[in-house]
């Protein structure tokens, strides 16, 4: 009835068949996961449609059988998925969340976001950069060579983010800088931790996080002094570890977001829900932003699409052998270029700045939600634009942080600071930043111990000779490992690398 007898029974998931496979001609509805395969199918959850010839539209098939359809009946359009079952946001996202959720989640979030359209939270564009871990700005470290890498990047058509550690403030190479200057749009640098050393920031001590950043910003501030040379405000963590007091503390010092490989803080097991991980970015840690990046060989087109449909940043994270043989890195890369051929390549920083969903509301207003501590807004049409911007962020109210803007007064409605949100008029064509600002309670100088200091210096140096030479030697870097693997006999040995 409901089908006009086009669908005639629900059937099980045949046997021999493990994916989904979404129709290529399908991108009105199925967005970035139109032409693409991915499985495992769900075989206790899943089921599939018989139908006749006619009238059913197939969006996603399992085998031959249609697992999602579209079915056009005069003025309405029904859709049908074969899904026992729809996920729990609030369940725990285990390691194989996508796989495991796919029919559970993408079917149902697809359908409504065609249904009601501009009504829900959607993204509008989307964003990707490379990173790079640790190298120092000079024309060579280990494999990377930076006229290199520019060519790559003018070739296949990416950007790179440097996550440069704060500690090689004074060691860049003008020759390299003036690159970074000359082709701002392709090549950037953000915060990697300040010295380095072991999980320096998976320390849960707030005075010596504060004393690192503090740190961090005068090298970098030292930096952009010296070289001309921005750092956007996003943080990289060194070994991909953290604690959950140095996502506090890095709000605290205003700065946009921190990018990790993984969303579990150091010795402070967390379970992640499902829906920190439909979304721009994680926001359980102390109500600042995680965006998370993975390796080139591991975006494939399952994890770009997902990115891609809910909005969250192509990230990849990568480091200077990378480019030995950069087929994977490129492999990635033209898979992102290909799901997403307007897809824009920029800095981490404007990605996570630009990373924002959109929505019309019932008056018709236009509502912008941001996930990093400042967000770039522009109006690309030709009349002014009413824009409620609001934060994600958890845990904000009044007393905790104020609204920046570099938009006219004129040009502000209202500001409710208790919601952390803004009412604001952006003229035609006008590119405006706003931020969630914390006040500083105190500006004393930073400081770190001298012993701090000295085993930061051996590290760095033993760090760059790994990868400016051990790396090139195959042999050498097995016995440098292989050393390494031993357990220190005193705890107190400084343990170069990573
Ligand atoms: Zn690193």
């Not at 600042?288 to 087109?301: A, E, N, S, V, Y």
């Not at 990568?318 to 043989?325: C, I, M, N, Y």
Request: charged share 20%; proline share 6%.
């Amino acid at each position: 009835m409901l089908t006009a007898d086009c669908v005639q029974a629900v059937l099980p998931v045949p046997e021999g068949v493990d994916a989904y496979v979404v129709a290529a001609n399908s991108r009105e509805i199925c967005g970035p996961f139109s032409g693409i395969s991915l499985g495992t199918v769900d075989r206790v959850n899943d089921r599939v449609f018989s139908h006749t010839e006619h009238g059913c539209r197939e969006l996603i098939t399992i085998g031959r059988q249609v697992h999602v359809a579209a079915v056009r009946l005069d003025n309405s359009e029904v859709f049908l998925v074969g899904s026992e079952d729809v996920v729990d946001l609030d369940a725990e996202a285990g390691d194989a969340w996508m796989s495991q959720s796919f029919s559970r989640l993408v079917p149902h979030a697809i359908a409504m976001r065609h249904i009601f359209r501009d009504r829900c939270w959607h993204p509008v564009q989307n964003y990707a950069c490379v990173t790079v871990d640790d190298p120092l700005l000079c024309p060579n470290y280990g494999f990377l060579n930076y006229e290199c890498l520019l060519r790559l990047m003018e070739k296949h058509h990416f950007s790179t983010t440097i996550a440069f550690i704060p500690h090689n403030f004074r060691r860049s190479s003008p020759r390299v800088t003036k690159l970074f200057r000359e082709h701002s749009d392709r090549l950037s640098i953000c915060f990697h931790g300040n010295d380095h050393t072991e999980a320096e920031f998976a320390s849960r001590d707030p005075s010596r996080l504060t004393a690192m950043i503090r740190t961090a910003e005068n090298r970098i501030s030292a930096h952009g002094e010296i070289t001309s040379v921005p750092c956007d405000r996003v943080m990289i963590f060194p070994q991909g570890r953290f604690s959950i007091e140095a996502m506090a503390a890095l709000r605290s010092h205003n700065f946009d977001a921190a990018v990790n490989s993984n969303a579990q803080p150091q010795g402070q097991p967390a379970r992640l829900k499902l829906r920190e991980l439909v979304q721009p970015a994680v926001l359980c840690f102390s109500g600042f932003p995680l965006f998370l990046r993975r390796t080139g060989i591991f975006t494939q087109d399952a994890d770009i699409a997902f990115r891609l449909f809910f909005g969250v940043p192509v990230l990849i994270c990568e480091h200077h052998d990378a480019f030995r043989r950069p087929d994977d890195l490129i492999d990635a890369v033209g898979r992102i270029n290909r799901l997403a051929p307007d897809i824009n390549w920029c800095s981490a920083g404007t990605a996570v700045q630009r990373s924002v969903l959109h929505r019309v509301d019932v008056q018709g207003t236009l509502c912008v939600k941001s996930f990093s501590g400042t967000v770039q807004l522009t109006n690309q049409s030709r009349s002014q634009q009413l824009v409620q911007l609001e934060w994600a962020f958890p845990g904000f109210n009044g007393q905790s942080g104020v609204l920046e803007h570099n938009a006219h007064t004129e040009d502000v409605r209202r500001v409710d600071p208790a919601e952390a949100r803004i009412f604001v008029v952006l003229p035609p064509g006008a590119t405006n930043s706003f931020s969630i600002r914390c006040p500083q309670t105190s500006h004393e100088p930073a400081s770190l111990s001298l012993r701090h200091n000295v085993r930061a210096f051996i590290r760095r140096r033993l760090s760059e000779l790994r990868d400016n030479h051990i790396s090139k030697h195959p042999l050498l870097l097995e016995m440098a490992t292989a050393m390494l693997r031993r357990p220190p006999h005193n705890p107190t040995t400084v343990q170069p690398f990573q």
